[in-house]
């Protein structure tokens, strides 16, 4: 008994260290190293002094300005792309289950812009904004609506939050088609006799159930939202006059742009802790609402 | 993150060259010499490969051609990274700080050679650095640390057969023109929206024009003196708002479509240096000539001249790299092949006595000829806190481009605003 015990144990050693030393030296390792620099007052450079100087850089980050619109900004991104991304992922889910024709291609479209990178997408949209909205506005005459989006401030964080939708709705179309079918046919149809129109079936028996892909779903958002960078650095750079700077681009202009390395680190800190703190208050809530059949 | 960017250089492989062209059998450790660099070129010895990453963009084709070119002449291996433009300085830092620094790379003068100097090997005793022009080396104390890649200018360069200097030369008749232009639906002058380009160069001349530019900046960095009440920047705001009125917004204007509506004669004149004679070049013949002439603020007559980037070795590389490294400056600065590259392929002004002149194209000739003369001012640029313009003065500059009823002196005072969180 204790030896197959004992060899269930190796087997489970096996599989498991491996990764735990791969998560442990990338993950664990540097997230407390990037605590203890946090104290630190230091530029980046190794040959230069780190000075501790406490809960200063902790301090200093709520006194800063830019940080803190910074943090309104990804705020405002982050509900709009969720409220975007889940609405357009649901609807073409809903879209391409339906029994048409072309709803094969139709998904493999929807999914396509996920498979770009975020880097190249943004390089690709910055010339949509403005090159050619601002053609379209010169050509038609509808310049209120189409002009060149990235350099008003407001409307260049909605050209992110649009660029953000694009390339996202098409990865949540996925996770919401895969519950959708997990949906008996059963149910659908013996509401259907019920005499249960389209949107009743809708609320009260396809999104009750599809509850556990909106945990995924919002999850996946939410937290992706927060920590978005690429398109933040390709399509806009932050600006205009750094009203599209979202928390993870404000890190990374303190660390390298400033060389305040242990403010930056601090920033991070904090912005892990909100990161958390919010997506796990979102998946307790939605786990809740879970049905089982 | 960052460091994804760019193409990840490994140094390990150190295959032989194919083509020794017509030496003897490579006979390593014939000569053990004590001196670090080869200095003759012949010598048979294989070095080891190194890595370069550096600044221009303008540079990067070329310098490509040249790394190909070395390797033909000594078979050695010269590994180019891709360049960064704007992020440069970030990459740099992680690429250091990660121990993958490049071999060779470029810094520069000022603020960031400050920032960077616990790497840099210590070149006096090579010999490629008797021949830097006077004054012009980078210096740590009295090492020479750094060799300039040439001296550079930056001013209005200008379409000649649109515009006349002698209608550009202060405040009103500046203004004047822009107006003329503007009513004629010709851009009287572009700006574009690279933080250097919207910002940095230009704002350099009020900086230059201040009895001592360092002991200004200093006092501006401890808050002793403001922008807004000294007399050149409040001169400085009245241009940027005479800017703002007359011509296209930059922020709509990027380097390239700046460069090229000023090649096509869309656009009359730009704020720009030297270096925008590569993207003009590839317009073929304009159908008109171009020159360079000074920003006229406060009846400036004189174009800002300096060193823009130096070359500089990695102390931290492994011996045989720095060697290898010094090997390769050698023959950049010395032998034919690297000279002329130097003056014809990337087009630098050279700031070393052993190399020519001649036959530089039209901006560069007004550059060489003012810092002959003497007839220059200095890049106070260089002396700004490490990325100021980019973080700080940019952002308020866009602002103000952006906001039509913002005044100068609001704009001076979110300068002031800017650098003073700029120089914490």
Redesign the interface.
């Known amino acids: 008994m204790s030896t197959r015990y004992r060899k269930e144990r190796a087997w489970y050693a096996l599989f498991t260290l491996p990764l735990l030393i791969i998560f442990t030296t990338v993950v664990i390792i540097p997230f407390l190293i990037g605590i203890g620099y946090s104290f630190v007052s230091w530029?980046?450079?190794?040959?230069?002094p780190k000075v501790f100087v406490g809960f200063d850089n902790y301090v200093a980050l709520f006194k800063d300005e830019?940080f803190l619109s910074s943090a309104w900004h990804t705020i405002e991104f982050t509900v709009l792309s969720l409220l975007l991304v889940n609405v357009l992922g649901l609807v073409f889910s809903l879209l391409v289950t339906q029994k048409l024709r072309g709803s094969n291609v139709a998904r493999t479209m929807f999914f396509m812009p996920n498979l770009i990178g975020g880097l190249i997408l943004g390089y690709i949209w910055q010339f949509v904004f403005?090159d050619a909205f601002?053609t379209v506005g010169e050509r038609t005459g509808l310049d209120a609506v189409f002009f060149?989006w990235l350099?008003?401030?407001q409307s260049a964080l909605y050209a992110t939050v649009i660029v953000f939708a694009w390339q996202m709705a098409g990865y949540t179309m996925i996770i919401y088609i895969a519950g959708l079918q997990s949906i008996p046919d059963e149910l659908n149809e013996a509401a259907k006799v019920d005499g249960a129109g389209r949107w009743h079936r809708l609320t009260k028996i396809v999104f009750p159930l599809l509850m556990p892909s909106f945990t995924i779903c919002l999850f996946l958002t939410l937290s992706n939202a927060f920590k978005m960078?690429d398109v933040n650095l390709s399509l806009t750079k932050g600006?205009?006059?750094?009203a599209t700077e979202l928390f993870a681009m404000n890190i990374?202009?303190e660390i390298?742009?400033?060389?305040h390395y242990g403010l930056g680190q601090a920033k991070a800190i904090v912005f892990f802790l909100l990161v958390a703190a919010v997506t796990l208050t979102q998946v307790i809530i939605t786990k809740r609402r879970e049905v089982q059949l | 993150?960052?460091g994804l960017l760019a193409a990840c250089g490994s140094n390990s492989d150190n295959n032989a060259s194919p083509s020794a062209s017509g030496s003897a059998p490579a006979t390593s450790g014939a000569s053990a010499s004590a001196s670090p660099s080869g200095t003759s070129s012949a010598a048979p010895e294989k070095l080891k490969k190194i890595s370069l990453f550096q600044s221009k963009v303008e540079i990067a084709d070329a310098l490509e051609a040249l790394a190909k070119t070395y390797q033909k002449e000594t078979g050695n291996e010269v590994e180019v990274w891709g360049s960064a433009g704007d992020a440069y300085a970030?990459q740099l830092?992680?690429k250091?700080?990660a121990g993958e620094g490049p071999t060779i790379f470029s810094v520069a003068t000022g603020e960031e050679a400050e920032?960077?100097k616990?790497?840099f090997a210590d070149l006096s005793n090579e010999p490629y650095v008797k021949n830097i022009a006077p004054n012009m080396a980078l210096q740590d104390g009295d090492k020479i640390v750094g060799v300039p890649y040439g001296v550079e200018g930056f001013g209005l360069v200008y379409n000649k057969s649109l515009v006349d200097p002698k209608d550009v030369t202060d405040l009103d008749s500046f203004t004047k023109t822009l107006e003329k232009f503007k009513a004629e639906g010709k851009n009287g002058l572009s700006l574009s929206q690279e933080a250097y380009f919207l910002i940095g160069h230009i704002i350099n001349t009020p900086f230059a024009l201040q009895a001592d530019p360092q002991d200004f900046i200093a006092k501006l960095n401890k808050g002793e003196v403001k922008m807004a009440d000294t007399k050149e920047f409040q001169e400085f705001a009245k241009f940027m708002e005479a800017i703002r009125a007359n011509t296209p917004?930059p922020?709509?204007v990027k380097y390239d479509t700046q460069m090229g509506d000023f090649a096509t004669g869309k656009t009359a004149m730009v704020h720009q240096g030297n270096w925008s004679y590569g993207l003009l070049k590839d317009y073929g013949d304009l159908g008109f000539d171009i020159g360079m002439m000074p920003f006229p603020l406060a009846g400036n007559n004189k174009i800002a001249v300096g060193v823009a980037s130096n070359w500089v070795i990695n102390a931290k590389a492994d011996p045989d790299e720095i060697k290898a490294a010094n090997a390769f400056l050698n023959w950049l600065f010395t032998s034919e092949t690297g000279k002329k590259a130097i003056v014809d392929d990337f087009k630098f002004i050279p700031a070393m006595t052993n190399i020519e002149a001649d036959n530089l194209d039209p901006l560069s000739q007004v550059v060489y000829e003012a810092t002959k003369s003497g007839q220059t001012i200095p890049w106070a640029m260089n002396y700004f806190p490490?990325?100021i313009i980019?973080?700080d003065l940019?952002?308020?500059a866009?602002?103000f481009f952006?906001d039509k009823n913002m005044t100068g002196e609001q704009f001076l005072k979110n300068l002031d605003a800017a650098w003073a969180?700029?120089a914490?």
């Open positions: 530029d980046g450079i190794p040959a230069n830019r403005t601002k060149n350099i008003h401030p960078f600006g205009p006059n750094n990374y202009n390298f742009g400033y060389g | 993150m960052v970030t830092q992680a250091l700080t920032k960077f616990s790497y917004n922020m709509e490490q990325g980019v973080n940019a952002p308020a866009q602002q952006l969180k700029g914490q």
